[in-house]
């Protein structure tokens, strides 16, 4: 295993072990994927196994290339940071994804004045990283996820209009879903 390797399952599961401790003293919500809790813990322990087995390593791997690394960990670093950064700003707000929170605040500051959903954005930037510094296997995992954020998104924002239906319509029209000025 390359250090740069390493270093971004180090990365991981801090920012997993964070993400869990982190979620403790939410605010109450709703969500009609709770009851998939196990499926999920299921998957990502599959996917910790196949990683640890050096699945997503071989032929496919593109880290032979130094330069390459460096521009992954950057990206992988920069990503993680967003997604932390929004986690920070969203406070007790936050949830599972399509979560509806009793008495949510609109969030609007920080990383959401140009972007919607930032968390996403940061995981998703930290898959691409991923995928460029260790193997292009990751590809296939940030599409898969990016899909669900997309998926997510659009159900979450659909509750936000019904909720806060004076101020969601201009925030959302003066904002975008993922990439700033762009999607």
Same mark, same amino acid.
């Given at each position: 295993?390359?250090? &740069?390797?390493?270093?971004i399952f +180090?990365c991981w599961a801090? @920012?997993?072990?964070? #993400?869990v401790?982190a979620?403790f =003293?939410?605010?109450?919500?709703?969500s009609q994927w709770?009851r @998939?809790? =196990?499926?999920?813990?299921?998957v990502f $322990? +599959?996917i910790f196994? $196949?990683v640890?087995a050096r699945v997503?390593?071989?032929?496919?791997?593109i &880290?032979s290339n130094?330069? %390459? /690394?460096?521009i992954?960990m950057? &990206?992988f %670093?920069a =990503?993680l940071?967003l997604? +932390? #950064?929004a986690?920070v700003y %969203? =406070?007790?707000? #936050?949830?599972m994804p399509m979560?509806?929170?009793?008495d949510? /605040? $609109?969030?609007?500051?920080g990383?959401y004045?140009?972007?919607?959903?930032?968390i996403?954005s940061?995981?998703?930037?930290? *898959?691409?990283?991923?995928?460029?510094?260790v193997?292009?296997? #990751?590809l296939?995992a *940030?599409v898969?996820?990016?899909?669900?954020?997309?998926?997510?998104?659009? &159900? /979450? /924002?659909? @509750? *936000?209009?019904?909720?806060f239906?004076?101020?969601?319509?201009a925030y959302?029209h003066?904002t975008k *879903?993922?990439i700033?000025f762009v999607?």
């Amino acid at each position: 295993m390359h250090v &740069v390797d390493i270093i971004i399952f +180090v990365c991981w599961a801090v @920012f997993w072990i964070y #993400w869990v401790v982190a979620a403790f =003293g939410n605010k109450a919500g709703q969500s009609q994927w709770t009851r @998939f809790a =196990g499926v999920r813990i299921g998957v990502f $322990l +599959v996917i910790f196994l $196949l990683v640890r087995a050096r699945v997503f390593r071989g032929s496919h791997s593109i &880290v032979s290339n130094p330069w %390459l /690394e460096g521009i992954g960990m950057a &990206v992988f %670093l920069a =990503g993680l940071a967003l997604a +932390v #950064w929004a986690r920070v700003y %969203l =406070g007790r707000n #936050w949830g599972m994804p399509m979560t509806q929170k009793q008495d949510p /605040e $609109l969030i609007t500051s920080g990383p959401y004045r140009r972007v919607r959903h930032p968390i996403y954005s940061g995981i998703i930037l930290a *898959m691409t990283g991923t995928a460029i510094a260790v193997s292009v296997y #990751w590809l296939v995992a *940030m599409v898969l996820i990016g899909a669900y954020f997309i998926y997510s998104a659009t &159900v /979450e /924002e659909r @509750f *936000m209009v019904g909720r806060f239906p004076d101020t969601y319509p201009a925030y959302k029209h003066s904002t975008k *879903m993922l990439i700033p000025f762009v999607l």
